[in-house]
């Protein structure tokens, strides 16, 4: 297991080591590299810890390694000249492979029948398949619980981009169904316009005269409902599966 990172030091001289294992290591020095990454060892672990909701054990966890790969990979990724904090950004690179990784599993399980998971003894019985597919079921269920975090997660940083947050959101959500449908249709006109979305991410506004002439609801109603539709705008054009699929429910209630 690799040592605390540069235990000891002021903070200053951390960053101007890290600074220089990076240089190092994006030039082609491995001994660099090899000291960078044994040295944030448990800052790999943690950040991995954190994105799974539970202890990884290096030795034996899948998700270890993919850590592991995901920091190396912000290694040959970060820009010096213009990435500001390393760690963020290999953090942001860790979590977005576990992730991935959650995904592959979601949709590899959807095809594989449980019958690929019994255990056979040496006489060729099948053993302890009900707490096996116990086990297995749990362990989805907490994987998909880990990856409905992390969207949530995210959702929530883009909604601080536009002054926006969960709070407010349940503050100002339409109480009718017609008028959630008319604010998800709106939303769904700028996501499919890269015009007007890029208008929003630049404003972090709604194209109102665009809109006009677009959508069959009024530029008051659109007025009255912003932050709504850029919540929705936000959602549907960001890396959230799950979340999308909570919102295609939550329409129709």
């Not at 592959?104 to 006489?123: G, I, N």
């Not at 086990?135 to 883009?158: D, G």
């Not at 006109?189 to 665009?210: H, M, Y």
Request: hydrophobic share 35%.
């Amino acid at each position: 297991m690799g040592v605390l990172p540069f235990r000891g030091r002021r903070r200053s001289d951390e960053r101007k080591e890290l600074t220089r294992l990076l240089h190092g290591a994006k030039s082609g020095d491995e001994e660099a590299r090899n000291q960078l990454i044994s040295s944030y060892v448990p800052f790999i672990l943690r950040i991995a810890s954190q994105t799974t909701r539970r202890y990884i054990d290096q030795t034996v966890d899948d998700e270890y390694s993919i850590a592991l790969s995901a920091f190396n990979e912000a290694i040959d990724r970060f820009d010096l000249d213009r990435e500001s904090s390393f760690l963020s950004f290999a953090e942001t690179i860790i979590r977005r492979r576990l992730i991935d990784f959650f995904r592959s599993r979601q949709r590899d399980r959807k095809q594989v029948p449980w019958s690929e998971f019994d255990l056979l003894d040496e006489e060729d019985n099948v053993t302890n398949y009900a707490e096996v597919s116990t086990s297995l079921e749990l362990h989805q269920l907490s994987e998909e619980a880990t990856l409905r975090a992390y969207e949530i997660e995210e959702y929530q940083k883009r909604l601080q981009e536009f002054d926006l947050s969960f709070a407010e959101l349940v503050r100002i959500s339409p109480k009718h169904g017609d008028a959630r449908q008319n604010a998800f249709e709106i939303g769904r006109v700028i996501a499919g316009d890269a015009t007007l979305l890029e208008f929003v991410e630049r404003r972090k506004s709604l194209p109102l005269k665009q809109l006009e002439d677009r959508v069959q609801v009024s530029r008051k109603t659109m007025e009255r409902q912003r932050k709504y539709i850029l919540a929705i705008v936000i959602l549907l054009t960001g890396d959230f599966p799950m979340l999308q699929s909570f919102l295609e429910d939550a329409k129709e209630v």
